[in-house]
């Protein structure tokens, strides 16, 4: 009796399964009704008294050893990839998921259709940019607090400094420099400020710049632009309001607010009850600034402007918080689907 048990234990532990076949194939040679491991129960009533206990106690260690090895190469098989298909292979694939634009992307794109329609073309300039570019082109005097470690991240200190762009009017004076007016163009990119992370302020944001330089620009024309860009974006009925304002790199300068989107001028929390909404800066370009980069200032005159995509992005999509904008929250992301 012990052999025959051995024996059968042998089978069992050197039982290959080749195939998906071979789970029912084993199924039925140790564990079926007329299996091997049946037949010795069978034989236990030929087993004498004294002996028919160990010998019972040896068989149901064996049943049990074969029931286990069963139950795993049948789970087995069907955690297989390759056994699964084989279930069903014309099972619809899943859904793919699709992705979305980040809102600052969608808001910059219509910014930017919106200046190709009059003429403007698209530039870029670097992020990490030298003193000159940034701040001594655009007429900044030395003692400016922008030029200050606490505005301003520097990459290298002394004579020819390096830092993180404030701003994108850096690349008014790239464009000034490589090119003759007239020159009609907008500049975005992302700009960074030294500033603790709130939700009204971040290290890094996005703006975009607009330079046009010809003969005879006028402060008409910048208002006149300004205002067709801002019925674009906000609607044909929005206003726009100049204040006069100050940056070194434009004479005159002014700020200008638009009639507020969400109260219609009523009055809100978000225009603080003005009915309007401070969108950019604005200016003529100051002759210094014209003559740094090497144009006429006595043939040639222009106009700049900037503004911050996030805050454009905050009036049209009602988001109060920047730090949204660059924590990858899909549940904030994905609610821009439709906008596309
Ligand atoms: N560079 C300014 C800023 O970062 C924005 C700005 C204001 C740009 C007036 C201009 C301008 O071109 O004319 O706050």
Not at 110 to 124: A, H, L, N, R
Not at 219 to 224: C, G, I, N, T, V
Request: with cysteine.
């Amino acid at each position: 009796m012990k052999e025959q048990i051995q024996n059968i234990e042998n089978q069992l532990s050197s039982y290959k399964f080749k195939a998906s076949e071979d789970v029912e194939k084993f199924r039925i040679q140790f564990l079926g009704s007329k299996g091997q491991i049946k037949g010795l129960y069978a034989l236990l009533r030929d087993v004498p008294n004294d002996k028919k206990k160990e010998s019972g106690q040896l068989i149901n260690a064996l049943k049990q050893k074969a029931e286990s090895l069963f139950e795993a190469a049948k789970k087995n098989q069907t955690s297989s990839p390759v056994n699964k298909l084989k279930e069903d292979l014309t099972r619809p694939a899943p859904d793919l998921k699709l992705g979305s634009h980040h809102p600052l992307s969608i808001i910059r794109r219509e910014i930017v259709d919106v200046f190709k329609k009059i003429g403007f073309s698209i530039s870029e300039g670097p992020e990490i940019e030298d003193d000159w570019h940034n701040f001594s082109a655009l007429n900044f005097p030395p003692e400016h607090p922008a030029r200050d470690m606490q505005d301003t991240f520097f990459i290298e200190k002394g004579e020819n400094e390096i830092a993180l762009r404030t701003h994108t009017s850096s690349v008014q004076v790239r464009v000034m420099e490589g090119s003759e007016p007239p020159i009609r163009t907008i500049s975005p990119g992302r700009v960074y400020r030294n500033e603790a992370i709130s939700a009204r302020a971040h290290c890094f944001f996005h703006q975009i710049e607009g330079l046009y330089i010809d003969e005879g620009v006028s402060f008409a024309d910048l208002k006149q632009t300004l205002l067709f860009f801002a019925q674009e974006i906000f609607g044909a009925k929005t206003k726009i309001r100049l204040r006069p304002s100050y940056f070194p790199f434009t004479e005159p300068s002014a700020e200008v607010d638009v009639s507020c989107t969400i109260c219609k001028s009523k009055g809100c929390n978000v225009c603080k009850y003005t009915g309007w909404l401070e969108i950019l800066g604005c200016g003529m370009v100051d002759p210094n600034v014209l003559e740094a980069s090497g144009i006429d200032s006595k043939k040639y005159s222009g106009f700049a402007f900037g503004m911050g995509v996030e805050r454009i992005a905050q009036l049209k999509f009602k988001v109060n918080d920047l730090r949204m904008y660059s924590e990858n929250d899909l549940r904030f992301l994905n609610q821009f689907k439709s906008t596309l």
